[in-house]
């Protein structure tokens, strides 16, 4: 669904292979879709766990509290964000593409810039073994239409790999 949070088959990715469960993670979700994180989703978001919320320096932050596992969603506030996006652009331009940007690239970095909202989701200690991380996170790309970003790469809301550090990527990831 576009406008609500659905879950999405992001488990046996390219975004979540290959992780240590005691590892913190981090994801950054880019997102054209919403300028503030909804309220009503993201208190539905996880069954049987309502989220504290709280200002903090990262920004509106909800927090998911297990005694196993703690996952915080935090909106960068949108003072934050030209900047934020103009380095974006930077780390793809020079970064990645090293100064050469294909066709393919620009579109990538047309779509980065018309962000309307970023999203960063940390989990501590890192993924688990009930997969509640995995969840969450499917659910927000689910809603937000997302591009993802983790471990220096790029991925689109279903979790195919749209631009890794050495430049390849899934033609089946949706690029708009």
């Not at 009503?40 to 509290?65: A, F, Q, W």
Request: hydrophobic share 35%; net charge negative.
């Amino acid at each position: 669904m576009a406008d609500g949070y659905s879950a999405i088959a992001v488990r046996g990715s390219r975004a979540f292979d290959s992780m240590d469960r005691d590892m913190q993670e981090n994801f950054a979700l880019y997102s054209r879709t919403y300028d503030s994180l909804p309220e009503d989703r993201m208190l539905m978001l996880v069954d049987s766990i309502c989220p504290s919320s709280e200002i903090t320096d990262r920004g509106l932050t909800y927090t998911y509290r297990w005694p196993d596992l703690t996952i915080l969603v935090s909106a960068m506030p949108s003072s934050e964000l030209p900047d934020h996006l103009r380095g974006f652009e930077g780390y793809l331009r020079r970064g990645i593409y090293g100064g050469k940007v294909p066709d393919r690239g620009e579109r990538i970095i047309r779509r980065i810039l018309a962000t309307r909202l970023v999203i960063g989701v940390e989990l501590q200690p890192g993924r688990d073994e009930q997969e509640r991380a995995d969840e969450l996170v499917g659910r927000m790309a689910g809603g937000l239409r997302p591009i993802i970003f983790h471990r220096d790469e790029l991925f689109d809301w279903m979790s195919r790999l749209l631009l890794a550090r050495d430049g390849s990527f899934d033609p089946d990831a949706e690029l708009d």
